[in-house]
């Protein structure tokens, strides 16, 4: 069974540094791998998508990488700013299925 | 810019009430999901739609019944609530299998 872990649970950074937040899963079969954010009281709105082909996507200051032989994912976010303050979750999609299995997510939080 | 419309957004139930949540996205899509989540759980696949006419169980089917109406609508019912129920439901589409998913913003149900 596939499992997503995101480690650490919660982060809080000074604006303007760069972050890096990580996400493992345990089953390298995947199709691909997606990056949500989630803002308190809303839904989850996709970030980023990486095919199992690709090592990384980028997306303005967001730049997710995905290595599958070790079975780590990591969403950089570049020069942070107090939006960026949310929940960020990872998922996967195994191969053949329709199922995304996600992590518990990270809690980020910029501080001005 | 609908997207993906969840109702109600907040119900509180009794134990062994009934309802049904509905959602509806107006972006063609062919896949339809439903999660819950739970805090410290993460999202949890209840059921999905690959497709009008289709519908497979995720990873906490039981409680609960699904149906896809037609291409736009697919809504989930519970027959009688349980406090175990109680969570934010969230409703999603895709493309298809392994596309981005779209989320709903979520409806609250306690159930007491």
């Known amino acids: 069974k596939q499992e997503v872990t995101q480690i650490p649970a919660a982060l809080s950074v000074p604006e303007g540094e760069n972050l890096v937040l990580n996400c493992s899963f345990t089953?390298?079969?995947?199709?691909?791998l997606q990056w949500f954010r989630q803002d308190p009281g809303k839904g989850l709105t996709s970030l980023l998508l990486?095919?199992?082909?690709?090592r990384e996507q980028t997306s303005g200051r967001l730049n997710a990488s995905l290595d599958k032989s070790s079975g780590r994912s990591t969403l950089y976010i570049a020069a942070s700013q107090p939006g960026d303050s949310a929940t960020y979750l990872c998922?996967?999609?195994?191969?053949?299925?329709?199922?995304?299995?996600f992590g518990t997510g990270t809690r980020l939080t910029i501080i001005p | 810019n609908a997207g993906v419309t969840q109702t109600p957004k907040f119900q509180v139930l009794k134990t062994g009430q009934s309802m049904t949540l509905q959602c509806a996205q107006d972006?063609?899509?062919?896949?339809m999901y439903w999660y819950r989540q739970d805090p410290g759980m993460g999202l949890r696949l209840i059921y999905y739609?690959?497709?009008?006419?289709?519908?497979d169980k995720g990873e906490v089917p039981n409680g609960y019944n699904v149906s896809r109406l037609n291409k736009r609508e697919f809504s989930l019912r519970l027959e009688s609530a349980a406090p175990s129920q109680t969570s934010v439901y969230f409703c999603?589409?895709?493309?298809?299998?392994?596309?981005?998913?779209?989320f709903g913003a979520g409806t609250r149900l306690s159930v007491l």
């Open positions: 999603a589409s895709s493309a298809g299998a392994g596309g981005i998913q779209y």
């Open positions: 089953d390298s079969a995947i199709y691909n």
């Open positions: 990486i095919q199992s082909s690709q």
């Open positions: 998922a996967v999609i195994g191969i053949g299925n329709e199922k995304l299995t």
């Open positions: 972006m063609n899509h062919n896949s």
């Open positions: 739609s690959a497709s009008e006419g289709t519908t």
